[in-house]
């Protein structure tokens, strides 16, 4: 069917829409709950719990099976309930980049879903639209287009007749036509989506966890199976041993740890929550812990992503104007009086289509093109309000703005009937002699100072205007652009976020390095990066322009020195990363979507656990394929959200860092409760391995090394995973990302702690064996109190009233400890006798160098914090 102004019939309409589809981006189908099940079965340690589980039924200790089956569940569970959660809040979080379009069918402008335009569809654009779909200008007027979600820009970008506009872009100007030819997956927005097929790779903290399981797995049946050989060795019967060494490999295994792993995480998730970010996947909490690179997007994610005067120049003076967004609120900051730029804030308020409006949330808000929205804000400033300036200086003709003049002009009558002509735009269009009538020194001038802010990453508008007796003709396009007086430039910048510069600090102080990586100038990506603290006032900027396909281009050669001329860097980190180049630079400007990709990739493939933060379209890809991504939920759109692991709902980059300390925390706990889980496994092995050494046939019964393993694994290790956070953790550097979860000095601790355990509970048995008393009792309590002693010593504030649930867990470990030596019904069970009280007292005191040994361990563990400087 041939276009016309008449758009499409309902009915053709309809059949393309059967054909082609809806305009909705590529969407994964939901998980099934089976899948998510066995994607939670399928944990290293879930698979041990499991063999656990056939162990302890073939011993015929159903109660311990129970237990362990009962971790395994609620494990799943709230792994399962956690992301089907998430994937929820995600989705009523969402809104999709154009919910209603207006197109024109059978003749006349309706409303449609914008999920129903087709290809052929004739838009109608008007200010604040989204753009529904790929589409070519057919007609315009002072079209201005904000791309920032799509190429990563700041500035909207005009568009005339035979352009192209994208979906999810937004006019911020004008009104126009455009005939669609790109739909759905069809569209530059699903281009980018088929770049998210794959995701990332496991975890940090589940490529750790399953190196964990493995060599426990295998120490731990080598250690069983030889204290079952010495024991048949020594006569002992082998169903006997049979069974011991099967309860030694239950005993040993920490089965607690994917149920402390689960409980910390979702604790971290849950505190997440309460700091407005939606967690996806429950790893991505630790995942933020191990980070040691974050790549950050500019506009909407560092910056605020609205325009703001921040520099005021006249031929006479100059100043810096505070505030932010688009609120009166500000002042001039310098020693020129207000009145110096009067005129200058008046031309710019009147040659000037944009509106603030003042909504429902008490914020100020632009309607037009944010640029000019500034100049308002500016002017506000100033006092001058823009509705009395119109009545007092109506316009009467104008020239609007377009990318080929690069400047707007208007006409506005003057009291006694004179007219006067206002003129702004690029500085390289106005100051010209044959714009202005100052003369050539005065326009050098200002050409010298326009170009200091551009370097310094502002965008700088130049002010001209003339008073005339009259205009030559009565049309805009007769407005005349020359004789004109310069009033002064305007530098305008997308400010940083309130909480920008903090969280990089905060970074930086946790050892981690900030990245930026934007689609924006590199003059702005210099400037907000140096205002940020991410790079020195003298760093570089490599501009991605300069790179093709990983080669620097012929145009930017390299210097004798083997330096790129382009970025000042050495060839290898001058280029971008391909087949796992390693990139050191810290910022990159003019990126496009695949390069933030390949960007990420390199820096994953040289090692780095990488965050990505951002909120447009050509974030997404980069998003899904960091270590973790994180979206901005509010002016983030729908193709971040959905690639991202952690979704920020209120935008604030601070709760990025709060997640850095969950993760941190997470991890530190994880540790903690290895020290304690597997010193207490360590000694139980050692103490069956070395008793007989000590005339001590079979030191402990199968049951009663399950019963100390129920109480001291069960929910006293799980409350380890609630413990508050170290307060110098975030002083410390993250984590090697090579280093096991057991590195850093663990297998040390280990160690360390299972020795003093052991030598008590043997000491003890011994002891009681040589002074006539109940030896097997006394080792199966003075073990278990001792292991509990060591919880508590574990405890990252001692002293304090953070986490009781531990206290409590302890506490009642103990008391079923003792139930096991007076209870007649455990005692049968157990195979043990009641202690005299003199010899449980005598125990009790032993018990305590359990809590001695960690306390110590942990004085002499004790990690420093280094000082980290503010450059990095």
């Known amino acids: 069917m041939v276009m016309s102004r008449f758009g499409l019939s309902s009915a053709e309409a309809a059949k393309r829409l059967e054909r082609d589809g809806r305009n909705l981006l590529p969407a994964k189908p939901p998980l099934p709950l089976w899948r998510r099940m066995a994607g939670q079965l399928r944990d290293p340690l879930i698979v041990v719990l499991l063999v656990a589980a056939v162990l302890t039924a073939v011993t015929g200790d159903w109660t311990d099976m129970v237990v ?66 790929d589409a070519r200008v057919e007609a315009a007027a002072a079209l201005l287009v904000d791309e920032s979600a799509l190429t990563g820009e700041s500035v909207p970008v005009d568009k005339n007749p035979g352009d192209e506009v994208a979906s999810g872009t937004v006019v911020v100007r004008g009104r126009g036509r455009a005939e669609v030819y790109a739909t759905g997956a069809a569209g530059a927005a699903g ?45 002992q019967p082998a169903e006997l041993m049979v069974v011991t060494a099967i309860s030694l490999v239950v005993a040993a295994v920490p089965e607690s740890l994917p149920a402390v792993v689960t409980l910390s995480l979702a604790l971290g998730a849950r505190r997440m929550a309460a700091r407005r970010a939606l967690v996806r996947r429950l790893h991505a909490v630790e995942t933020l812990g191990s980070v040691t690179v974050l790549a950050t997007d500019k ?38 009086p207000a009145e110096a730029f009067a005129g200058l804030l008046t031309a710019a308020a009147l040659c000037n289509d944009a509106r603030l409006l003042y909504g429902e949330g008490k ?208 060839p290898e980190s001058a280029v971008l990363p391909v087949a796992g180049l390693t990139v050191t630079a810290a910022v990159y400007a003019r990126a496009t979507p695949e390069q933030k990709l390949a960007l990420i990739e390199g820096m994953r493939a040289g090692g780095e656990v990488v965050a990505m933060t951002g909120d447009g379209v ?162 199966f309590f003075a073990l278990g109190a001792a292991q509990l002693g060591v919880a508590v010593g574990s405890r990252a504030r001692p002293g304090t009233r953070a986490n009781p649930a531990l206290l409590l867990a302890v506490a009642g470990a103990l008391l079923l400890q003792l139930a096991g030596l007076y209870v007649p019904l455990l005692r049968d069970l157990l195979g043990t006798v009641p202690l005299s009280a003199g010899d449980l007292l005598i125990v009790a005191v032993l018990s305590v160098l359990g809590y001695a040994a960690a306390r110590l361990d942990r004085v002499l563990h004790q990690e420093p914090v280094p000082v980290i400087s503010e450059a990095g």
């Not at 940090?204 to 048949?232: E, I, K, N, S, W």
């Open 68 to 133: 362990i089956l009962l971790v395994i569940v609620v494990n799943t569970t709230v792994g399962v309930v956690q992301e089907v959660r998430a994937d929820r809040a995600i989705t009523a979080l969402s809104a999709l980049t154009a919910p209603a379009a207006r197109v024109v069918r059978d003749g006349a402008q309706q409303e449609v879903p914008a999920a129903e335009v087709v290809r052929g569809d004739l838009l109608v654009l008007a200010e604040g639209d989204i753009v529904p779909a």
């Open 191 to 235: 281009r980018i989506a088929a770049l998210m097929t794959t995701g990332s790779a496991i975890t940090p903290l589940q490529r750790r966890l399953v190196g964990v399981g493995r060599l426990l797995a295998g120490v731990t049946v080598f250690l069983c199976v030889v204290v079952g050989a010495l024991g048949l060795l020594r006569g």
């Open 299 to 336: 506009t909407g994610t560092l910056t605020e992503g609205e325009m703001v005067v921040r520099r005021l120049w006249t031929p006479a003076a100059q100043a810096a104007l505070t505030g932010s967004g688009y609120g009166p609120e500000g002042r001039l900051d310098g020693d020129a």
């Open 363 to 570: 914020e100020w808000r632009a309607l037009g093109d944010p640029t000019e929205a500034a100049l308002l804000a500016a002017a506000a400033k100033l006092g001058l309000d823009r509705h009395d300036l119109n009545i007092r200086l109506p316009r009467l003709a104008e020239r609007p703005f377009d990318s080929v003049r690069k400047r707007m002009s208007t006409v506005h009558r003057l009291p006694g009937g004179r007219v006067r002509v206002i003129c702004k735009g690029a500085p390289e269009v106005l100051l010209r002699d044959q714009v202005l009538a100052d003369g050539p020194a005065l326009s050098a001038r200002a050409a010298a100072e326009a170009e200091r802010l551009a370097d310094a990453g502002y965008r700088v508008l130049a002010v001209a205007q003339a008073d005339l007796a009259r205009l030559p003709e009565d049309t805009p396009e007769a407005v005349p652009e020359t004789g004109l007086r310069l009033l002064g430039l305007i530098a305008i910048l997308d400010p940083p976020r309130a909480a920008a510069s903090g969280a990089v600090a905060a970074c930086r102080g946790a050892g981690i390095r900030p990245v930026l990586i934007t689609g924006d100038h590199p003059g702005t990506a210099r400037a907000i990066a140096i205002e940020l603290g991410i790079i020195p006032p003298e760093g570089e900027v490599v501009d991605c322009r300069d790179v093709l396909h990983g080669q620097a281009r012929s145009t930017d050669p390299v210097a004798e020195s083997g330096r790129c001329a382009a970025t000042g860097l050495a």
């Open 618 to 779: 050509n974030d997404g890809p980069a998003l899904l394929h960091a270590d973790i991504g994180v979206a901005m939920g509010g002016r983030g759109t729908e193709v971040a959200r959905q690639a991202a692991d952690l979704v920020l709902a209120d935008d604030d980059l601070d709760t990025v860092v709060a997640a850095v300390e969950e993760g941190r925390r997470v991890y530190a706990n994880i540790r903690r409760f290895l020290v304690y889980a597997l010193s207490g496994g360590a000694t139980e092995i050692a103490v069956m391995l070395f008793g007989p050494l000590f005339g001590l046939a079979l030191p402990l019964l199968p049951a009663q090394i399950l019963w100390v393993n129920l109480l001291t694994h069960g929910l006293p290790g799980v409350a380890l995973g609630g413990e508050p956070a170290d307060p110098a953790e975030m002083r410390r550097p993250p984590r090697p990302p090579g280093q096991s979860i057991l590195g850093g000095g663990l297998w040390q601790r280990v160690i360390r702690i299972a020795i003093v355990l052991t030598a008590v509970t043997l000491g003890v048995a011994v002891w009681a064996l040589y002074t006539g008393r109940p030896w097997q009792s006394m080792a």
